[in-house]
């Protein structure tokens, strides 16, 4: 059982207009642990026309949210990140038990997710337009920048509070009013920090959260002419349905989707830097984050002595239930997880590639899978062109800086990558030769609110975060006024 300080952050119902509402209904969608399948709660199934209702009210909320200084909604948003923090143990709670990271992942979590709203709470007050110079003297020419007005995200279930957080943050912020559907597997978060957006004060209908089948409400988000923008992250497939299903109505869309992220290691590279770096971007939360390392580059002539020390230390990572103290590796979130990484690794192995460490199933079972380090990888292995999203390290050989970039850049996506030197004549080479959206050099970690997050290619469209971030939600006014 779930022992929450504050038991009124595990809800069950849905956020609509500023009331608690189950489906009339009574369908419900059920929430498991993937630690061990239990019974975390359930959230309501809602129908087409409970969240067409949720559309309503976001359209009449929309006008007098908009209207109210950037100021005063920057105090709300201010309010919801204090309630936040100051809720985060059982928010890490909650997501532990919904999504299975170990507890102290999901506490930096709910701070990152928190650390959004601060930031646009405070960029909210910064929308500038601007006063252009005129070809003649009889015009004024003034550019003002305004709300996109009603939006939605669509959200997964790898970051249940901050994906929610980087779009409703900037979309408030901007003076849009947000419809957010989280995903099946973790809507509790969600839901719990509904309750605390309601408690800070966000008015009804600004901030609402919406469960149930993701095709039935994505359809009448997507199909809504009343809803003039989309934020969707998730996977590059259902990206692409989404797109098309904006398409009639032209919706600005914001899309951060797969990712195939390199990690290159050079011979000139700090050994013990890139072994950790590599530790950073692998392993958090299991392997499952879009920025994750998902191929490694290693040249050749430090490539034993880099996988040797790879596989030391991923051996030293303790894997268990998110909730035991000390674990760095918890469960993946289902048997569709599970069965991906064990088809990755099969591939490769059947091809030529060694395991090194893991390439099992853990001794604990269910969806717990050992931390694996592969080496003698090839091109030609699935592990190459897909994302895995699992606890796997795949290293592959190169010779040459050329080729490094190269084989970095020969995937459809653009997400992350990352790259280990000392020199920094190489370092800005391969920095502006990755066609990525995020390039960390010498670092694993690269996510923060105040830097531009988002990817090129079939990675996705728009940045979050950043004062980049609320561009996103808000539409460019020209004015020209004749004076003469
Ligand atoms: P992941 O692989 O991370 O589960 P998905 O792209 O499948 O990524 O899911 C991300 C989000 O998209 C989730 O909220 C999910 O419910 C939603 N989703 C999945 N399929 C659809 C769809 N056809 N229409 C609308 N939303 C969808």
Redesign the pocket.
Known sequence: MLHLKNPSLHQDACLINGAWRKAASNAHIVVHNPANGALVGHVPDLSASEVREAVDAAQAAFGPWSRKAAKERSALLRRWFDLIIANADDLAALMTAEQGKPLAEAKGEVVYAASFIEWFAEEGKRVYGDVIPAPTTDKRLIVLKQPVGVTAA?????FPAAMITRKAAPALAAGCVMII?????TPLTALALGVLAQEAGIPAGVIQVVTGD??????V??GSDVVRKLS????????R??MS?CAPTIKRLSLE??GNAPFIVFDDADLEAAVEGAIASKYRNAG?T?VCANRFYVQSSIYDAFAARLAERVKQLPVGVGTEPGVLIGPL?DEDAIAKVKAHVADAVEKGATIALGGKMHALGGTFYEPTVLTGVTSDMRVAREET?GPVAPLFRFETEEEAIFLANNTEFGLAAYFFTENARRAWRVAEGLEYGMVGHNTGLISNEVAPFGGVKQSGIGREGSKYGIEEYLEIKYLCSAVG
Do not use: D, H, M, Y
């Open positions: 669509i959200t997964p279930w790898n559907k989280p995903a099946e597997q993701a095709r039935e409400v994505g359809g988000l997507t969707f992250t998730g996977s590059t497939e259902v990206g349905i989404l299903q989707l797969g499952q879009c979130i999203f």
